[in-house]
């Protein structure tokens, strides 16, 4: 029941990508030194960088991660976003963004049609208990977001 | 869908015994002598359609009769506050209008435990529990499924030194059908491979997945034929066990909620022709009641992990959910009549386990005799006895929890001393002589050291801000289901209400009186460390040798958290 499940090395980021059907193109990582915290604020600046003012709409992503991360330093994450994926109609990019790690990019999965579906696993490093955020962006240019809360625990003295 | 609403039938132990609640030990004697309750009492019910689903949970390796004091501070929060199982006492007694006094309302609850206890006997024991399945299965011959929720094979001196072994045998003896698991895994992942080598049914865990490639490690379900319908039934076992236990005992296994995996095994099951879904879940109570309100299909949900012994079955959104209490102190009988792939009716009773009113087995009675006979001996050394009620469960503290924090305090030499919300280990009653066995039902564990350290003030805050959360947190998916940490030599107050990191407040050095500062360093001892490699001595150890000092303990109740918004 005291341990503190604190990233304490950085560079030994792991990276696992499930394919899926189809695959995926490009992943964007940003690998981090130790630093200050981000903050939502940092996130919704982060957010904006990547899709520029167009507002963000609730669904169509499934974010599937622990409610509790079991060891903050691999978490599990996957994403599905319910899209057809033809030529008219298919997700373009998903980025990942943690609140409160040290910089808020966790990575970028860029689709095309030819991914078939848009979706995508991966394991992210955790500082602490956070919201992660994944945001959509479409071919005609619309954008869903969702978030879950992960909470990174001490541990122990469960029942 | 459900067109009958049983509630309670122990129509014999409805019977108020005249003059309990005042009355001593030898008046409550003549009184039960009046009111005796049989074995027949015990089994009363009138039968159901074609399947009958017996069901216990959290035994904690407790082969015989024992004295188990519900908790009077069990408090819920969010959609939970105010609702069962989250009302004990006097309002548990008015919500199902039981009579103070009676045999199941001091099942139930703690109200005037300790003279209620000593006229009504101990409760549990597996021969008293082989007794009562053999009379349902005998009744209802080719109808009755007998699953155990999980939380079996720990808990006891036996089982510690057995590893496990002990419970195995027992349970294949009782003819246990289907289970699922908790604390099990805590004997690490080569041990708990042999024991279900040795099982003689199901172990079943759906949630459970290898961290490397994210696949199955156990069966996740399994599907039985009784009284012509075919049942499925999903085991879901523990979702936090990496967590609340080391991770290096199981290191390569993955746990969590995993909600849309259920969800998925219910449309199969439904799919392929399921007459009835059976969820078997560690999950917790309010974990489970959330489940059961997000899943379509399920029929039957058998909660445990939380202890909450339910006198009645819940109605969640088309979901049947049980809780069976722990310890052994309890058999749930559930009859359902299914026509056309739906439950079209229901009968349900929460049995108690009065050891006094059953007749053991002789068979398991023999095997169990068999089981303690090489630590016969030690099983019963006696270390010293108590003057007061020694108990664990409830929110925040127990006094048997508080001796433990004594002993640290005393024999690390600390300042502070913390205990882990553990929900399992016996009662023992004012008077009673404390033994090898008494200690170990309440902690024997696979990683026993009492640590002695130094942390910060603003380190122990954390600790308790966390643990608070893993109780308090208002989605029940975050929850974890044990009890809040328990503190020695440092009281607090906690403001349930509040999110994470604002909840404690008022921490105090109880021995200088002096608030807890938050970059000084205090000693402090404690046992359950998830940390590998953690040293000190078996908490078991420290204890033994604190009750061998006294001789004669005598706990009051803690009066060191105040609690707010509750």
Known sequence: ?159 | MLNRRDLLQLAAATVALPGVLTGAGSGLNRALAQQKVTQDDLLRFEPLGQVTLLHFADIHAQLVPLYFREPSVNIGVGAARGKLPHLTGGDFLREFGMAAGTAEAHALTSENYAALASAYGKVGGVDRLATLIGAVRAERPGKTLLLDGGDTWQGSYTSLATRGADMVEVMNALGVEVMTAHWEFTYGTERVEELIGELGFPFLAGNVRDTEWDEEVFDATATFVRGGVKIVVIGQAFPYTPVAHPRYKIPNWSFGIRENLVRKRVERARAEGAGLVVLLSHNGFDTDRKLAGRIEGLDVLLSAHTHDAVPVALEIDGTLMISSGSHGKFLSRLDLEVGNGRVTGYRFRLIPVLSDAIAPDPEMAALVGKIRAPFDTELSRVLGRTEGLLYRRGNFNGTFDDLICRALIEERDAEIALSPGFRWGATLLPGQDITVEDIYSQTAITYPNAYRTEFTGAFLKEILEDVADNLFNPDPYYQQGGDMVRVGGMAYAIDIAKPIGQRISEMTLIRTGQPIEADKSYMVSGWASVNEGTEGPPVYDVLARHIERHRVVDIPENQTVRIVNS
């Open chain 1, 1 to 159: 029941m005291t341990q503190i499940n604190t990233p304490q090395d950085p560079q030994r980021r792991s990276l696992l990508i499930g394919l899926g059907a189809g695959g995926l193109a490009v992943v964007g990582m940003t690998l981090v030194p130790r630093a200050v915290l981000a903050n939502p604020e940092d996130v919704k600046m982060a957010i904006e960088e990547r899709i520029g003012d167009a507002a963000t709409m609730d669904g169509r992503i499934s974010l599937e991660l622990p409610q509790i991360a079991e060891n903050g330093n691999t978490v599990p994450i996957a994403f599905e976003v319910d899209s057809p994926m033809t030529e008219s109609d298919y997700v373009k990019v998903v980025h990942i963004f943690a609140e409160q790690n040290p910089l808020p990019d966790v990575a970028s999965f860029y689709f095309t049609p030819r991914s078939g579906k848009a979706r995508a696993s991966t394991r992210m490093r955790m500082l602490k208990t956070q919201n992660i955020v994944a945001v959509a962006e479409m071919s005609d240019g619309s954008v869903y977001m969702a978030k879950t809360e992960v909470k990174v625990t001490i541990g122990g003295c469960g029942g």
